[in-house]
């Protein structure tokens, strides 16, 4: 992959694999709170009935039960499931992985078991597997595409079409399927899109120079890149001091030409210099995908790991119910 003219990158775009740090963690807890408001605003009247004192189910109960997959899928979002069943089982409900995060899990097997007793246990088993089948989803997803690109360079980034609140969710869980991500906020790198460009055209503001001239001004440093929708856009913005080049939903032809013309030109600079990174975007889909990267270009981007991924069907199976009274 060729350089980067700057180090600073958006911090988003290193690759942090399974990693489910802090900002994970505050996004899940707050979202699950979220969850519990919405599935349990006044108790769950059916298990609440059924095991309270006096009730059918009444005494101690110790469930043992697994969540497992019905499709083949990449296990991911075990730690949401830690902080679902901490908060909200006050430490009750023992869970215990099978399968590590990013694992491939076939059809029919389970991949995190879980004791404890059966009320904390069924009050959460939809709120853990809409989590579950979520994150696993889009895990899946991604797996298919990076498996499809295996033995290139290109690297493969999502985008932020997320959902609303769960962005740093889905960003894990997209590391977790291999990929890598774009930038996770509009404060962790500018990119110049074509709306920028066209409200600045309209009104008679200057061309691409201009922009990234006071962009490069007011952000030293910063990883920039500009979006361009055809050739001529694209030679413009060669000459120019960006860090990459996003090619919106250019054809395979346009895709090889540009990264021919930036090569020469980085060839006619002395090397690095003005060798901007190459990204194709604009409705990738998992069967065109190494087409395009063979293409030459740094880095796809693809918003349907997000926005398109399949929830995997997950289902909760009982193992063993043991009472001791």
Same mark, same amino acid.
């Given at each position: 992959m060729p350089p980067q003219k700057r180090s600073s990158a958006p911090a988003s775009t290193s690759p942090r694999g399974c990693? /489910?740090?802090?900002?994970?963690?505050?996004?899940?807890?707050?979202?699950?709170?979220?969850?519990?408001?919405?599935?349990l605003?006044?108790?769950?009247?059916?298990?609440?009935? =059924? /095991? $309270?004192? +006096?009730?059918? +189910?009444?005494? $101690? &109960?110790?469930l043992h039960g697994a969540f497992t997959a019905r499709a083949p899928g990449i296990v991911c979002g075990v730690p949401v499931l830690e902080e679902l069943f901490g908060l909200a089982a006050a430490g009750e409900v023992r869970l215990s992985a099978?399968? @590590?995060? +990013?694992?491939?899990?076939?059809?029919?097997?389970? /991949?995190?078991?879980?004791?404890?007793? @059966?009320?904390? &246990?069924?009050r959460l088993e939809r709120t853990a597997l809409n989590f579950l089948g979520r994150l696993c989803g889009i895990a899946t997803l991604t797996r298919r595409f990076t498996d499809v690109l295996a033995g290139l360079p290109t690297v493969l980034l999502d985008t932020r079409k997320t959902t609303p609140a769960?962005?740093?969710?889905?960003?894990?869980?997209? $590391?977790?399927?291999g990929a890598q991500n774009h930038r996770g906020s509009?404060?962790?790198? &500018?990119?110049?899109?074509?709306?920028?460009?066209?409200?600045?055209?309209?009104?008679?503001?200057?061309?691409?120079r201009e922009w990234v001239d006071a962009l490069r001004r007011t952000s030293p440093g910063t990883f920039l890149e500009v979006e361009v929708d055809d050739r001529p856009e694209f030679l413009r913005a060669l000459e120019?001091?960006?860090?990459? &080049?996003? %090619?919106?939903?250019?054809?395979?032809?346009? =895709?090889?030409?540009?990264?021919?013309?930036?090569?020469?030109?980085?060839?006619?600079? +002395?090397?690095?210099?003005? $060798? @901007? %990174?190459?990204?194709?975007?604009?409705?990738m889909r998992l069967e065109r995908v190494r087409e395009i990267a063979e293409t030459g270009v740094d880095r796809i981007s693809v918003g349907a790991l997000t926005h398109s991924a399949r929830v995997l069907d997950i289902g909760l199976d009982l193992i063993q119910a043991t009472r001791f009274d």
């Open positions: 990693h /489910f740090g802090a900002a994970e963690r505050d996004e899940a807890r707050w979202l699950i709170r979220r969850a519990l408001l919405e599935d605003p006044a108790g769950d009247v059916t298990t609440d009935t =059924l /095991f $309270r004192k +006096g009730g059918p +189910g009444a005494g $101690r &109960i110790d099978l399968l @590590p995060e +990013g694992q491939p899990v076939k059809a029919g097997e389970a /991949f995190l078991e879980l004791r404890g007793p @059966p009320a904390a &246990i069924l769960w962005r740093n969710l889905e960003k894990y869980a997209v $590391r977790t399927g509009l404060s962790e790198g &500018i990119l110049l899109k074509d709306n920028h460009a066209g409200v600045l055209r309209e009104a008679g503001r200057g061309d691409v120019t001091d960006v860090d990459a &080049i996003l %090619l919106d939903n250019f054809s395979t032809v346009d =895709l090889r030409w540009a990264v021919e013309s930036r090569d020469v030109n980085s060839i006619d600079k +002395g090397g690095a210099t003005g $060798r @901007p %990174l190459l990204e194709a975007s604009g409705g």
